[in-house]
């Protein structure tokens, strides 16, 4: 397979957004190491890693017994799409050189770090239904709450392999009661959601995984993502950004009152408002209005989110 993007920073990817301090994610900072068990396609249970930085960026595979070449090449394709590595990120850093060039009259976000760093790859798990799930529980809750119920889940249903548990199936999702939801993973009013997509994608019925595709219009993807069970406008948004479509902003009180606070706003500016500061870069509005909002993330201090 080829080699990262040039630019490449594993830890920008990881730190993109808190995901990667979810279940079962492993990630060592000190060594710029990500790792978490991995399902093949074969039922095995491998745990799969990703350290180093740049063209050194390697990926490896340890399982109970020895791993095939077909199998270790599956875990290198799940953990590539995890760092979107192979997103074409150069029409949005084109977009950033072309309005620092010629700005417009409306102040931009302070993006070059962007380009000259290579941000923009956003953290992402091996399946769409993994990320719908989460997506799910990071709704009107503390992130601290949101990572007690991912936690939950996998230590409860996840299948064991070398590295902890993985991410549940559907399929093992959709055999317990709501009541599984409500008592032990404490995911509260989201639990009739959760079994209910889980049972939808177990039975054949919902199949996210071509969603990655560009087969899709962002607005039909987005009408798909609102019909799932629990999932409003900023799950919508949310869940879109992590398919890779940045037409949208995804605001949600943190990034609202992180935004007013940036840009100096004495008042909570509006929506429509904030939609304006960054409708020159595009279809990829959103993905700026992220990078200015979590700039801070990558500065060396170590404000992680």
């Not at 077909?70 to 979107?84: G, H, N, P, T």
């Not at 889980?198 to 995984?209: H, K, S």
């Not at 949208?248 to 992180?258: H, I, Q, V």
Request: charged share 25%; glycine share 10%.
């Amino acid at each position: 397979m080829p080699g990262p993007p040039s630019p490449f920073d594993l830890d920008l990817t990881v730190r993109s957004h808190g995901f990667y301090t979810l279940s079962p994610w492993v990630y060592d900072p000190e060594r710029r190491a990500l790792g978490r068990p991995l399902v093949l396609a074969a039922g095995r249970t491998a745990f799969g890693e990703a350290a180093g930085e740049g063209p050194a960026l390697r990926i490896t595979a340890t399982a109970e017994g020895r791993l095939s070449a077909v199998e270790r090449r599956e875990v290198e394709a799940q953990l590539r799409a995890c760092l979107s590595l192979d997103e074409d990120l150069a029409p949005f850093h084109a977009r950033i050189r072309e309005l620092e060039a010629v700005p417009p009259r409306r102040p931009l976000p302070p993006l070059r770090w962007a380009v000259e760093r290579g941000a923009g790859r956003l953290l992402r798990s091996p399946t769409v239904y993994e990320d719908a799930v989460k997506t799910l529980c990071t709704t009107n809750c503390t992130f601290a709450l949101t990572r007690h119920m991912v936690r939950n889940l996998v230590e409860a249903l996840g299948e064991p392999g070398p590295g902890g548990r993985a991410f549940p199936s559907a399929a093992a999702m959709a055999e317990r009661p709501e009541r599984f939801y409500r008592e032990v993973v404490r995911a509260g009013y989201r639990s009739g959601a959760l079994r209910a997509i889980a049972v939808e994608v177990a039975r054949g019925g919902l199949d996210m995984e071509p969603w990655r595709g560009p087969g899709l219009e962002t607005e039909e993807l987005a009408l798909r993502i609102r019909a799932l069970p629990g999932f409003g406008p900023y799950a919508t948004g949310h869940l879109l950004r992590l398919l890779g479509r940045h037409d949208r902003l995804a605001l949600d009180s943190w990034t609202r009152a992180k935004l007013a606070r940036l840009r100096g706003c004495r008042r909570q500016p509006t929506d429509r408002a904030i939609e304006r500061w960054y409708r020159p870069y595009g279809r990829f509005a959103g993905l700026a209005m992220w990078l200015e909002a979590t700039a801070d993330w990558h500065d060396g201090a170590a404000r992680w989110p």
